[in-house]
């Protein structure tokens, strides 16, 4: 019983500290120019500060529910419950606490977009066909991963390797904090395993280069028509004989830039334009933040690294088995479970 009241009152001391920080004159202010006549004559800006003011209000109503329901718990403690409350009221502080720990996991999320789906790319690197297979391994993982956590995924676009393996993929991940989550993913990653391409079984390193973008708003990206370069060509995904013999994939180039984009998961060819569009506007992101970024760099005399050097995980399957993630020293030797979908230990 002790602990239990002591846990329940350390959950009232927190939605103090909580319901302390909450901006409060923030919201009154923001609450102010929503009732004003002329707010939504600027419908970016009015979007912009009613989204910050949804998000500050969900906040304050979550604290004070949890400080009203440890409340009545701790009441409950205070009137020497029999057995069967006990183990009742233990249930109900293992919902706040689990309630409490993913808002507090969902506070490292503070990023424009880490709210947003995610757009999950995947490139084989140098290694030949082995680093295709390694491409394949990548796609397989991030599917199960997200599988596990009940996330919609497509496939927009895949390019098969002429052995094995793919050349490239890209896939939709659909979740909230999707792209919060998943963008520390972003980066080379490093296969080191017997080859089952090679006739003398001799050992490889191959290498793929993960990209994770955020899907971006249609409204906050501008794209000109004329800046647009759309053909179209015979779909070699998966779906059925209406994809495989109409021109239903899309490719897009943006002119300017020289970006490409295809898509092929969808039956018509408006779908596929729509889908490859999103992937355009989320690489015109990636870009202009980059350049923002180097820019930055550059006017600090730091190093600009090159993009296939930024190798952040280390997969090793001979001759011992671990995966060592390079920027946090991290190493598990579950390589299998890992490969399965298990990226919760690198993620957190």
């Not at 919060?180 to 490093?190: C, D, Q, T, Y």
Request: with cysteine.
């Amino acid at each position: 019983m002790l602990k239990t009241s002591q846990k329940i009152q350390k959950i009232i001391r927190q939605t103090k500290k909580e319901l302390q920080n909450t901006q409060f004159q923030t919201i009154k202010k923001f609450r102010e120019k929503i009732n004003q006549p002329n707010f939504w004559q600027n419908p970016k800006k009015a979007k912009q500060i009613s989204q910050k003011l949804n998000a500050l209000e969900e906040n304050l109503a979550f604290w004070k529910k949890i400080q009203q329901e440890a409340r009545e718990l701790l009441v409950l403690m205070q009137e020497k419950p029999d057995q069967d409350l006990i183990c009742e009221i233990n249930h109900e502080v293992s919902i706040l606490i689990k309630k409490i720990k993913k808002k507090n996991q969902e506070k490292k999320f503070q990023g424009r977009y880490d709210q947003n789906n995610a757009i999950v790319s995947i490139y084989a690197g140098a290694g030949g066909t082995d680093a295709m297979s390694w491409a394949e391994m990548l796609l397989a993982m991030y599917l199960k991963f997200c599988e596990k956590k009940n996330w919609q995924t497509k496939i927009l676009h895949q390019s098969a390797g002429e052995i094995a393996g793919i050349k490239n993929a890209v896939m939709l991940v659909k979740n909230s904090f999707a792209y919060g989550i998943l963008k520390s993913e972003k980066g080379v990653h490093r296969l080191v395993r017997l080859s089952p391409f090679d006739a003398d079984h001799a050992r490889h390193t191959s290498f793929a280069k993960v990209e994770i973008l955020p899907q971006i708003p249609d409204e906050e990206v501008n794209l000109k028509e004329t800046d647009l370069e759309i053909s179209t060509f015979r779909s070699s995904a998966p779906g059925g004989q209406h994809v495989n013999k109409t021109d239903s994939a899309v490719r897009i180039k943006h002119k300017p830039t020289n970006l490409v984009v295809e898509c092929q998961s969808e039956r018509s060819q408006h779908q596929n334009k729509m889908q490859a569009l999103k992937v355009l506007k989320a690489r015109l992101w990636e870009k202009a933040t980059a350049e923002k970024e180097s820019a930055r760099l550059k006017e600090k005399g730091a190093h600009v690294p090159a993009e296939w050097g930024q190798q952040i995980r280390s997969y090793v399957l001979h001759p011992y088995k671990q995966i060592k993630d390079h920027r946090t020293g991290q190493v598990i030797r579950n390589v299998e479970e890992v490969l399965k979908g298990k990226l919760e230990p690198f993620l957190e």
